[in-house]
């Protein structure tokens, strides 16, 4: 990786469902450590570019560079291996596996071979220490035993996060990790999110404009899947054609 | 020593049922028949449980497994042919016969999922039937009659009916072990994941495809290991090994048992195979009896065979 280049960059990326362009002509960067923050309104293609970006999804034209590296032709889990880490909209855990199982499940991918068919894999402390950290890291550690599909919702939440964590990636994808996140929820989410500033680089797709505008270092807005403007939160705020396509009156507070 | 005790009452319906079976030749069932049934049982339970491994935890329902414990069936017949009788050469030469068929057609159906998945393992088990029915040289249609046991060491241990018991024992408390390290190695719990969650898994890194055609090969292996036995107790191969029929009977025992439980797969075994010949002595319209009783089995017994402590456990409490 070029020193100093961006973690992440897009290049015209583009996609249509049918008639319909999702992803028009997106191009943006992520500095190493920096959290930007990609708003929009509902249906703006937010969740379309990160799978792009994650490899779920191919773009019908366009470049996604990783660390320097064309990353477009590489399936999910071989970006995975080289550090993109991604959480869903929709949560997506192993719900029979305990949260601590879940981390260590993506422990597992980072260290050693996994085509190991004899030793148990439960009680292996390379495995449980790195993952019981990420369950700390997201003040998860008291429901480590918890199987996944008995947490709460907003558990589940941190989970993910924790997931990801464990994947010691250098690209968190994040797609709104606050959605329906109870209050005191989303604010120790953002507690966890800011605690992780500078550390790793993220893309966070949010919906809760506090938060973003809390935790952001740049911003792009999506609308139609057209990015129509990039910037400092404090220039996307002010930014008048934002505030008429996207950010209501009160929103913009 | 928490530990320990863990495991040991984690491993108690196993070794309850191994026991058993142990036991079984000195508690009254040592005569040959009942030891022939019970070494069937034995077998037919070796491919339930490798199939229990496929089902329960990597989530591949075939309904082929019969296939790879025919190709087994066949190894001993196409190296009886050929003069070799060791079974140092014979049972690991089905093993591997079986786990290279499971590997070809399994990169293939593994490709696919759900309902596709299950027609195409269907239709590879077919596939292997009409080509076996086609393999004159071991007698087609009709069948092949296998003179002797298989030996080991070149002894004949496998002529004795109590000597075959321990074999098939021994083998199948070997099949229990290794599919219990492997469902809980590293290996296992990515294919475990990937039948809950394979959208989650890729997240993380692992393509699960050559994770779950490495476990149908070796499943595949442990049907050959079985087939081989089977082949040497009835002492005749013939296509019908491979019948969709008996896919079918394998399913319904590693279902029967509980989806996943590896013990449980070995009770539906034992249930199948004794039911079956228990019913067919009271009547000769046994199947009759048989269906009701399987309908009845997957209606009440939620969780299978392995799930029927607790349950009676709980009806016990409330009455
Ligand atoms: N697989 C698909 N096939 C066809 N259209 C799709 C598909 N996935 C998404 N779309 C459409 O693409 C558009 C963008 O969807 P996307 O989920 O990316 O939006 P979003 O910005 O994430 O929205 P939200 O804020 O509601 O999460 C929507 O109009 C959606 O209906
Ligand atoms: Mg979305």
Known sequence: ?253 | MERASAALREASPALLLLGLLAAAPFLGFGQGYTMTLLARAMILAMAAVSLSVLVGGAGLVSLGHAAPLGVGAYAVVALDAAGVTEGLVVLPGAAAAAALFALATGAVAIRTSGVHFIMITLAFGQMAFFTAGSLTAYGGDDGYTLYGRTELFGTRLLEDRLGFHWVCLGLLAAVLLLCRLLLASRFGRVLRASRENPLRVRAVGFEPYPFRLLAYALMGAVAGLAGALLANATEFVAPSYMAWQRSGDLLFMAILGGLGSLPGAVAGALAIVLLEEWLSELTEHWRLIFGPLLILSVLFLRGGLAGLPAQLGGLLRRG
Do not use: C, W
């Open chain 1, 1 to 253: 990786m070029a020193d100093g280049g961006p973690v992440l960059e897009l290049r015209g990326l583009r996609k249509r469902f049918g008639g319909l362009a999702v992803t028009d002509d997106v191009s943006l960067a992520v500095a190493p450590g920096a959290i930007h923050a990609v708003i929009g309104p509902n249906g703006a293609g937010k969740t379309t570019l990160v799978h792009q970006i994650s490899g779920l999804l191919a773009p019908d034209s366009g470049r996604v560079l990783f660390a320097g590296e064309d990353v477009t032709a590489l399936p999910m889990h071989r970006r995975a291996r080289l550090g993109l880490a991604r959480t869903f909209q929709i949560t997506s855990v192993v719900p029979g596996f305990s949260a601590l199982e879940n981390a260590a499940l993506a422990v597992q991918a980072r260290s050693g071979s996994s085509f190991r068919l004899l030793r148990p894999a439960a009680g292996q402390l390379a495995l449980d220490d790195p993952a019981m950290e990420a369950l700390e890291a997201v003040g998860l550690a008291d429901r480590a035993r918890t199987p996944a599909g008995a947490l709460s919702h907003g558990e589940r939440r941190q989970l993910e996060l924790a997931v990801a964590l464990a994947m010691r990636p250098r690209l968190l994808l994040l797609d709104e990790p606050l959605a329906g996140a109870g209050p005191e929820e989303a604010e120790r989410l953002v507690g966890v999110l800011s605690g992780l500033r500078g550390r790793y680089a993220i893309l966070l797709v949010e919906h809760d404009m506090p938060a973003v505008f809390a935790l952001a270092d740049g911003i792009s807005v999506l609308v139609y899947g057209r990015v129509v403007a990039t910037g400092p939160p404090a220039a996307i705020r002010a930014n008048p054609e934002v505030r008429a396509a996207y950010l209501g009156e009160d929103d913009a507070a």
